[in-house]
C-alpha cells in the first residue's frame, strides 16, 4: 500500500509499504476513503518539531470502510463506514465516562492519539469503542457531506471542546483566537452554545470571510494590545470566554488579555510554549481549561447528527482537494496559507 512518510522539515513523500496486519484483539483494519492535513502536522513539517528524519506521518484524521476485525470487535463489521477518531477511549474508564475521552486514562503514554492516517490502510488501535459508525456507505453522500463527516475526526470536536472547557452559556461574548480550520469549527460550535458575540481574531481576508459565513459577528486583524484593545472597544469591556486554536505562548497571552476579570479561557492549540505559570491569573479570577478533544464522545452524543441533519456545515473548513501523490503540496499550501485545511481523496472505489 502507499503512505506518507516524513523525511524532513518541509518534505513528505509517498511510498510503497506492507498493509498494516491485525496486531491485537481491539484492532481494526480500515482502507482510508479520505483523510486530511492538520494543522498540527505542520509544527514537524515546518520547523521540524524533534520529529525524525524518515519516519511515520503524523496525519490523525480519517474516514473509511471497516476490512478487517479483532477478535474482541462487537461495535463495528467488515463493510461499516466508520469516522476514525485522533484519540482511542476505551468509554469505560473515569475520564471517558466524565466525558474525557481525549486524555483516557487506561490509554496513557501516547497511546491515546493517532498517527499514520495518510495512507491507504490503517490499523487502529483499541477501536471497539472510539470508532464512530456513519449510517450508510461513502457513495450515499455528496462530497460535500463527506468533508464534513471528515472533520468530525478531530477539528469539529477540538473546536466543540474549546467552547466546552471554557463553558461557553447562552448570550456570552466569545473570542476566538486562531482562523485555521480550528477556529472556524469553534465558531461554530460557540454558535451552537448560544453566544450572543463571537469575535475572531484574523489577518486573513479568506478566513474572515468563512468566519463570518459560520456565525462570527466580527473579526479583529489587530494583535498584541493593540488586538486586545479594540476586543474591549467592541464588546464594551472583556469577553467572557476566549478560545486559544493555535498552541502558541501569543496565543495563550491574548486569550487571558482579552477577559475580564472571571473569565474562562479552553484552550486546544496543541501547547508550544512552557513558561506560563497558572499563578498568572490568579490577580483576574481566570478560569483554564483545555486539552486534547473528546471526539467519539461529542460525535456519538450529537455532532455526528447535526452534521447528518444538516445544521452545521464544518466541511466547509477544506478549501483545497488533492490525491495522495500530491500530499506534500498539500502541506505546503497549508503551511503557506493557500488553503485553510487540505482534503486527501484516498480512494474513490467503495
Known sequence: MKTTIFEKAGLVTVQEVKKPKLQAEDDVIIKIVRACV??????SYGHGDNKEAHSENTGHEAIGIVQEIGSAITAVKPGDFVIAPFTHGCGECDACRSGF??????????SNWSNGF???????????????????????YTEGMLKSLL?????????????RCANVQKGDKVVIIGDGAV???????AKMRGASQIILMSRHVDRQKLALELGATDVIAERGEEGIAKVREILDGGADAALECVGTESAIDQALGVLHNGGRVGFVGVPHYNN???????????????GSASVTTYDKQFLLKEVLEGNINPGRVFTQTYDLENINQAYQDMQNR???KSMIVMSENF
Open 151 to 163: 472533520t468530525l475526526a478531530d477539528v469539529m470536536p477540538t473546536g466543540y471542546h474549546a467552547a
Open 276 to 290: 506560563r505559570p497558572l499563578g498568572s491569573t490568579f490577580a483576574q479570577n481566570i478560569s483554564v481549561a483545555g
Open 338 to 340: 493557500k488553503t485553510i
Open 38 to 43: 492538520c494543522g498540527s502536522d505542520l509544527w
Open 101 to 110: 475521552d481525549g486524555t483516557c486514562d487506561r490509554h496513557l503514554g501516547g
Open 183 to 189: 477556529g472556524q469549527c469553534a465558531v461554530i460550535a
Open 118 to 140: 495518510q495512507s491507504e490502510y490503517i490499523r487502529f488501535h483499541y477501536a471497539n469503542w472510539a470508532l464512530i459508525k456513519i449510517p450508510g456507505q461513502p457513495s450515499d
